[in-house]
């Protein structure tokens, strides 16, 4: 992967809104900022209704998916590119899982929805409809999710990058300062993790740092040995991952998506905590 | 899980005593502006969190007791204010962005 392959700019998708086999999707942690306004033609993905299994924590299964990019309109030989609010978080999630299935052709829109917004470029409340697809997905590529017993396993022997805020990091806070903070879980971080905010990857108006940039950023990480990144919920190192994945092309990275709601409930791991 | 919370500026339903909560209105030419980032910065300049005006210009964050900055960006203008959150409080500040 590089960024020519996963990266797109919003002079490219303004070029290929007619393109009948670009599909934009857009995923918000704000499920209804897109009945605000969309990029035309662009079909909504609600990460948490529509991604995550209905009862249980785990995600729609392989059959759960294929029914439900066929409902979009989505084909197998479709160019996906995904966008979102908060600097493409949920998009970058959603790269992620379309990964996991399988998707040939996915890629993010650089700076997400907010670039776009800020550069003044046109949204619409249009309704957007496709002809219903009959898509086939892969097993899931587990070379790219981690599971807890795994994420255990690596302490002291992978490399373990929290993207949380300091804050979170540290334990001083348990979520990202616009959630309330009252949560099951303690507070800390995994033992031998280091502490890289997502938030560095990204400029302010939301697109990634340059790839100098990137690998400066990341220098802490010993390139030699396997890598596994984790925040909250999953998503915002899904937006790491794509970075060290996709962007950088490190191989073998893992996005602990149980992250930190699932390691700090757990009973009898070791958790570190500095305040 | 990591809905953003609704941007009014009710409190109800939260336990105030335990937050240390940092809102407000961002502004231009004196009129709420919807659809702007507010970007919150810790005392280091370190990014802690983003949200997006409501409908009312509205915003709001859960922080920490402590020094922060808020970084307001619409299009053509970024705006920093400095803020301090308080436990048990809700601090309210007005961002004017310039037309």
Known sequence: ?275 | MCGAPAQELSLEGIDVGKESVVQGTVTKGGSPLPGAYVRLLDATGEFTAEVVTSATGNFRFFAAPGEWTLRTLAPGASVDTSVTAVQGEAVNATVEVPS
């Open chain 1, 1 to 275: 992967m590089s960024r020519e392959n996963a990266l797109v700019d919003a002079d490219w998708v303004e070029a290929h809104l007619d393109d009948p086999k670009v599909v934009l999707v857009e995923v918000d942690e704000d499920v209804s900022a897109y009945d605000t306004g969309h990029i035309s033609g662009a079909v909504r993905l609600d990460w948490k209704t529509e991604l995550q299994a209905p009862v249980g924590r785990d995600f729609v299964n392989k059959q759960q998916f294929e029914e439900l990019l066929s409902q979009k309109g989505i084909s197998n030989d479709d160019t996906v590119v995904l966008y979102g609010g908060n600097n493409n978080w949920f998009a970058a999630y959603a790269y992620w899982y379309f990964k996991l299935y399988g998707h040939g052709d996915v890629k993010l829109l650089d700076g997400g929805r907010k670039k776009w917004e800020l550069d003044g470029r046109a949204l619409t409340t249009d309704e957007t409809s496709r002809e219903k697809t009959s898509y086939t997905a892969q097993g899931q590529d587990t070379s790219i999710r981690a599971f807890r017993d795994e994420t255990i396993a690596a302490i002291g022997s992978k490399n373990l990058v929290d993207v949380r805020s300091p804050d979170e990091f540290s334990g001083k806070i348990s979520a990202p300062a616009h959630l309330p903070q009252e949560q099951a879980q303690v507070n800390g971080h995994i033992p031998t993790a280091i502490n890289v905010p997502w938030s560095k990857a990204a400029n302010d108006d939301g697109t990634f740092r340059s790839d100098e940039e990137l690998r400066e950023l990341y220098k802490g990480l010993d390139t030699s040995k396997d890598t596994i990144a984790y925040c909250r919920i999953g998503e915002r190192s899904s937006h790491t991952w794509f970075a060290l994945h996709e962007l950088l092309g490190e191989k073998n990275v893992k996005n602990y998506d149980g992250s930190w709601t699932e390691y700090g409930s757990l009973v009898g791991v070791p958790v570190e905590k500095d305040v």
